[in-house]
């Protein structure tokens, strides 16, 4: 299988201001060298703590950051290109391509906008479709997110959030996208819509054919939606693999405490979960200054010398298992 995007050695600085006259020479390490592919029609799980840099991974990919170093291949219609280097008019064009599904519903959609106008907004401003054309079109969208078609002319204060969420899946789905960035699109939404909407971009990946980044916190959200998943910390690539391997055979430490730490409904494996929980002691570093060599070293349990000293290699272990992390190497060698 092709891949779609390829990412190489991105970084993203954002810098900070200490006072109102100098500014410092200090900056926020969002993302350090992350180099990673996505393949077509691939649902890509994205996981990792708050401040793993997911979020900001994800928006630099659509330039909606602007990345501070690297490159970001796109495979589409039109040849490689580096998204990366283009400017004006040129990532305009490619804008039908890339969109998003925000976290939030209730402030990713225009309150002044009716449901046809934020569906159809996309189509106006691509000119990929005739007015009387659109009509047609935005219909179908609806159809296709399950909502009926008589809310299109109704505001988006008149909807719950799930159906909200809807409306924005449906948008990003006007200019029928290759890919899409799904940045934590069910955190804001109670439990009870959270595997609706699961269950419809599940289906709408089969029907639409499109790619996905799926950004989340929740590691059963991917195990039961993803193709691979990647897992991030402090703006650091430390394992992708398979998402079936990285819950049957995790790697990396870091890994292993965020699957130990998902709540076990069964009391007996509760009791066997009690047993390989694995605990990172304190917080997480800040990403001003964080620390050298596997920024894990403060707080990993099987922290060794070498840890302090050498950043780990993301290196391929077999099936398509990578992951970045020393004890790997002691164990190869």
């Known amino acids: 299988m092709s891949n779609l995007l390829e990412i190489e050695n991105l970084v993203k600085l954002f810098p900070v201001e200490t006072s109102l006259f100098f500014s410092s020479k200090k900056f926020v390490h969002a993302i350090s060298n992350v180099s990673l592919s996505i393949r077509n029609g691939e649902m890509f799980g994205l996981v990792g703590e708050s401040g793993s840099g997911k979020t900001t991974l994800g928006k630099c990919v659509l330039r909606l950051y602007e990345p501070t170093s690297g490159r970001i291949w796109y495979n589409g219609g039109d040849g490689r290109v580096n998204l990366a280097s283009l400017k004006g008019a040129q990532m305009r064009r490619l804008r039908k391509d890339l969109q998003i ?22 189509m106006l401003i691509h000119e990929i479709a005739s007015h009387s054309e659109i009509i047609g079109r935005v219909e179908g969208i609806i159809k296709s997110v399950g909502l009926p078609l008589n809310i299109l002319e109704r505001y988006p204060h008149e909807f719950s959030g799930g159906q909200r969420q809807r409306i924005a899946i449906a948008r990003a789905l006007a200019t029928n996208p290759k890919f899409i960035v799904a940045d934590e699109p069910v955190s804001a ?7 609706q909407i699961l269950n419809l971009l599940q289906e709408l990946q089969r029907e ?9 916190h929740d590691l059963s959200v991917v ?4 193709h691979r998943t990647a897992v991030m910390y402090l703006g650091k690539l430390f394992e992708l693999a398979p998402t079936a391997r990285i819950f049957e055979e995790p ?11 998902i709540p076990v409904s069964d009391p007996d494996a509760k009791q066997l979960s009690k047993k390989q929980r694995i605990v990172l002691r304190g917080e997480i570093p800040s990403p001003i ?7 894990l070293n403060p707080r990993c349990p099987y922290v060794m010398d070498i840890c302090n000293q050498v950043e780990p290699r993301l ?12 004890l790997y190497a002691e164990a190869k060698e």
């Open 101 to 122: 599904v925000f976290q939030d519903p209730y402030s990713s959609i225009n309150p002044r906008d009716t449901v046809r106008e934020t569906v159809s907004r996309p």
């Open 189 to 195: 939404l109670d439990v009870s819509i959270q595997a």
């Open 208 to 216: 639409y054919g499109f790619t996905c980044i799926f950004i989340t």
């Open 223 to 226: 195990e039961y939606l993803c």
């Open 251 to 261: 790697m990396h430490p870091y890994t292993k405490a965020l699957l130990s730490s």
């Open 289 to 295: 200054s964080p620390p050298e060599a596997c920024v």
């Open 315 to 326: 290196v391929d272990v077999g099936n398509e298992h990578l992951v970045a992390c020393h």
